[in-house]
């Protein structure tokens, strides 16, 4: 069974830029999440989409957006992008409604110059 | 924003030791889970456990929930070089929705 996929790996962007990040979940997985992880602050929750709805919303500001297409796949977009924005981003997909148990993509590994 | 306590930090072994780490809360969890993160790589869950109390093992690891819902421990028995990884803790409310709260993580490094 394959796992959450997430395209790209790497990607190199300056500031003011923006991104797009994809997410492909497990098969069956309705539910997805994504983490922002740094040193300084860890794991941190971005957002969960489940039926092409945002159920649930961390603490970022709003250059930080997602959607879920019909097939559950996700993106995430970070726009006018700052250093800070540096980070490893990761996806995660749940089979469980309330999208606890959480399995984790690879990541993609953002650098903002 | 909310983070487990998650001790200890790091830790240094020898090949065959058993190895204990644990996470608290000042909050009630659902759901406890525990995962391990190599370099360069996204989390891969290795224990969830959904009940008070509950103990849980996978092979080498056995995770508990805490009778309080506020703490959790893995234990790692006999560990192998390739143990070596940083292993969260993440805490689940009653209803989720993707929102996981994490640990600070343990750096596990095993000496053949």
């Known amino acids: 069974k394959a796992g959450v996929t997430q395209t790209p790996r790497y990607l190199i962007k300056t500031r003011g830029q923006q991104v797009t990040l994809s997410c492909s979940p497990i098969?069956?997985?309705?539910?997805v999440s994504w983490y922002q992880q740094t040193p300084g602050q860890g794991l941190q929750f971005l957002f969960e989409?489940?039926?092409?709805?945002?159920?649930n919303k961390g603490n970022f500001p709003g250059r930080f957006s997602g959607r879920q297409f019909s097939n559950s796949r996700s993106e995430m977009n970070v726009s006018t992008l700052e250093l800070g924005d540096s980070a490893l981003y990761l996806c995660?997909?749940?089979?469980?409604?309330?999208?606890?148990?959480?399995?984790f993509g690879e990541g993609s590994r953002l650098t903002v110059l | 924003g909310q983070q487990l306590n998650q001790s200890p930090q790091s830790m240094f072994i020898q090949e065959g030791e058993d190895v204990s780490m644990n996470c608290t809360s000042s909050?009630?969890?659902?759901?406890w889970l525990w995962y391990k993160q190599d370099p360069g790589e996204g989390p891969v869950l290795l224990i969830a456990?959904?009940?008070?109390?509950e103990l849980t093992s996978n092979g080498r690891l056995t995770a508990q929930f805490g009778i309080t819902r506020k703490d959790s421990f893995l234990n790692i028995s006999a560990s192998i070089p390739s143990d070596v990884g940083i292993y969260f803790c993440?805490?689940?409310?009653?209803?989720?929705?993707?929102?996981?709260?994490f640990g600070q993580g343990t750096i596990l490094t095993v000496h053949p």
């Open positions: 995660a997909s749940s089979k469980t409604p309330d999208g606890g148990e959480l399995f």
């Open positions: 098969s069956g997985h309705r539910s």
């Open positions: 989409y489940f039926s092409e709805t945002q159920r």
């Open positions: 909050s009630i969890f659902n759901t």
């Open positions: 456990l959904y009940k008070a109390g």
């Open positions: 993440a805490g689940a409310g009653g209803t989720s929705y993707g929102k996981l709260t």
